[in-house]
């Protein structure tokens, strides 16, 4: 992790008195640990939760994940009669620094049991951090940039979160909320079964559209290629998104990785025209299905089965967790028709994978164009995460 992690200071709340809150800095390998530990005992009697991998979590805390080349981190533990009962990560990104230049910092990775005092404890820890390193405005939970897991779930806890989506328990909003936290921003996450059905007048539209529109899956055997078309046409058909920031090269790759070793080529379409790449999809199988019971546990036999069930027996469910459509075709009846054809070449190959509902998420809650495309299948909107703000210019 950035070594900025490990040279501050600040501390607040702290004691040593008895039941008395502390809030201590993450400084080596035995609080990161502690840290990552943190959840399971939030989540014990929360039959939803499905516990993270321990090595996939030490992986996006240590110095590999490429986040830390662009960005300083800092994280909190809260304890109280020495015990943790809250943790707390803040964040300067400077992508969306040199992109926006509105000294907003981020916090995340927020986990805490249902006390105010310890909520509050750490987001005034957060706070103060960003403050002294000159952020005005605080945006969260980013855990840690809006390309990774971010908001909190505030509606649809009733049931297990997706690969790469968020879970929290009811009382998080309010505790965040008595905290002058505003809604920045919601994201919906939408839910549908694959048998549903695209509306007549696109399959027309597709039949018509095929002299010129391919739609072909991913071409492993030339992989860095199809991985650069990917990057290029996610980074045009974002760019002007809310909170968008790019991805490094070397985030992309990471990205690359998990999609070379979890991903079959047909969850990746790519939608030309006239053999030229403008459009592009990436489903993911739901990993947490495949890991709810093992408790964060690989070894010495979790890897087992989780290769014997992503491989033999299939999860049922997936996610689509990238798609775009290069800028010149949004808003237009072609781009529809890529962007349904390519949901419709995905759901032909999750029906082969014995795949039966999809979650297609996050969808911006102002995104008009997707959330009417959406709804034009069938897709239910079964959970929201909201993005919190809170101006810092008030001299707390």
Known sequence: MNSNRHNTSHQSFTTDEPNVLRIVPVEDARTVEQF????????TNDANWVPPLFLERRQ????????????????????RNHQPVGRISAQIDRFHQERYRDDTGFWGMLEAKDDQDVFHALLNTAEQWLQEKGMRRALGPFNFSINQECGLLIDGMDSPPMVMMGHALPYYPQHIESYDYRKAKDLFA?????????PHIIQKAIRKAESSVTFRQLRRNDFNNELKTIHRIFEEAWSD???????????????????????????IQIAEVDGTPEAMLVAFPNVNELIRDLNGRLFPIGWMKFLWRLKVSHPHTARVVLM??????????????????MIDSVRQAGRKWGIKHVELSWILEDNIGMKNMLQAIGCEQYKTYRIYEKHLTNGQ
Request: glycine share 8%; charged share 20%; hydrophobic share 45%.
């Open 36 to 43: 990552i530990r943190i959840p399971w005992s939030i989540y």
């Open 60 to 79: 996006h805390l240590s110095k590999r994940n490429p986040y830390f080349s662009h960005a300083t981190v800092q994280l909190w533990i809260a304890y």
């Open 190 to 198: 939408y839910r549908v079964d694959l048998d549903f059905v695209i």
């Open 241 to 267: 998104n809310w909170g968008f920031i790019p991805f490094s090269d070397k985030e992309f790759a990471a990205v690359g990785q998990e999609l070379r070793l979890l991903v079959d080529d047909s969850f």
């Open 324 to 341: 775009g459509v290069r800028k010149k075709f949004q808003g237009t009846p072609l781009g529809a028709v890529l962007a349904f054809g």
